[in-house]
């Protein structure tokens, strides 16, 4: 039998991944680094220059996130798991909040300004969903290849939460999308409901970039093809308009090389919009060249098969096992996206790269997920 505890905090002690704890605060340190150096445009307009103001602000926030996932670690996961519906339904009420009441950056609304932070709910929401379908995968093992009983609460509270997402930010909601669906593959739901439920998300997606110009217009741009018929062919060949991000990711690329041009020394952080956030790898790639950038690769890379290979193989219960694939592959769909726009093989997004952009929710979060992760990996079945 599983082994059950019935207290919030672990009486044993058992020691986390290290190999995961370590690899997390290289990234960090990396981030840190890497956030100086991209900072410098913002702090001339909105500081006269004092880079480190806003280096203070993003150390802040990274301390933050690794004393949550500290904090998370210690937290039994069967304990946070039976709130995980409560925190769901709180989550998709702060979407449709979001939209009344939040404030508007880039042309979407997608947060709360509460004094000097901005929280955007989107991150709550995908943690809360990783939860709870987690929880029903376990509740519904017994009848998960009927459709009724097992499938459809699943896709009801997935889909629920993936569309108020995607009504301000798809890129999010695709990637908590693919997140679940591959938890649902390894809970054993029928590829035949993961395909229906695959084509019903595609036909969403077609729905949602039909209601959006701006968006339609990012896709067409990637592609260098006119497709829909709500945008403007000159917006979308228009190197200055939807394809100057890319264009300019693409140039850091280059102008880094095998070794890039040195910590510090970036040209293309003044001309690429938030390179601090967006962008923020196509800088690492610029200053420490394809090599610096493959070995942070690497690093994402070990995560994904400590949690995948070790954590959740090795989980003393179903229930941590669908729990670790979940916050395992969240995290490295981030890193994947974050990395595709950067190199130019994805359309822009606006995804931040876990642990190194500058951003307050989305880092919160990543402690959050890596929290969970670890705390799992302290109840391993290590027979």
């Keep these: 039998m599983p082994r059950q505890t019935n207290t919030l905090y672990l009486q044993d002690r058992a020691p986390m991944d290290r190999y995961v704890l370590w690899i997390v605060l290289v990234i960090s340190a990396i981030g840190v680094m890497a956030v100086y150096s991209a900072i410098a445009f913002l702090a001339e307009v909105k500081a006269d220059g004092d880079t480190e103001q806003f280096l203070l602000r993003h150390a802040l926030r990274v301390g933050l996130a690794l004393v949550t996932m500290i904090v998370f670690s210690m937290l039994d996961y069967h304990q946070i798991a ?16 979001v939209r009344i009441f939040g404030v508007t950056y880039g042309g979407a609304t997608r947060a709360f300004q509460v004094g000097l932070f901005s929280v955007q709910p989107s991150d709550l929401a995908k943690i809360a969903l990783i939860l ?8 519904k093992q017994e009848y998960i290849h009927n459709f009724t009983r097992g499938v459809l609460p699943l896709f009801f509270w997935t889909f629920l939460t993936v569309v108020l997402i995607g009504l301000e930010d798809l890129s ?6 693919v997140s679940v669906m591959l938890m649902l593959y390894v809970g054993r739901v029928s590829l035949f409901h993961i395909g229906g439920g695959v084509i019903f998300s595609i036909a969403c997606v077609f729905l949602m970039l039909l209601s959006s110009p701006n968006r339609a217009q990012r896709v067409e741009s ?3 093809l006119k497709i829909f018929t709500n945008t403007e062919e000159a917006e979308v060949f228009d190197l200055q308009a939807e394809g100057y991000q890319a264009h300019q990711a693409r ?3 280059a102008m880094g090389g ?3 041009r040195g910590p510090g020394k970036s040209i293309q952080r003044d001309f690429l919009p938030t390179p601090y956030n967006d962008f923020i790898f196509a800088i690492i790639s610029e ?4 090599l610096g950038s493959l070995v942070l690769l690497g690093l994402f890379v070990m995560i994904l098969l400590r949690g995948f290979l070790r954590i959740a193989r090795d989980a003393i219960d179903p229930l941590g096992l669908f729990l670790a694939v979940g916050c395992t592959t969240i995290l490295f769909l981030y890193t994947l996206v974050h990395t ?17 952009s500058y951003g307050g929710t989305s880092m919160l979060a990543a402690g959050i997920l890596l929290g969970i992760l670890l705390n799992i990996s302290r109840q391993l079945d290590r027979r």
């Design 82 to 97: 039976r709130w995980s519906q409560l925190f769901l339904v709180g989550s998709l009420f702060l979407l449709v909040l």
């Design 132 to 139: 709870n379908i987690a929880v029903l995968l376990v509740r």
């Design 172 to 177: 999010t909601a695709f990637l908590v999308l």
């Design 222 to 224: 990637y592609l260098n």
């Design 251 to 253: 140039i850091a690329l």
């Design 258 to 260: 095998w070794t890039g």
């Design 287 to 290: 200053e420490y060249g394809v």
């Design 340 to 356: 595709g726009v950067s190199v130019g093989i994805l359309p822009v997004t606006g995804l931040p790269l876990p642990l190194i």
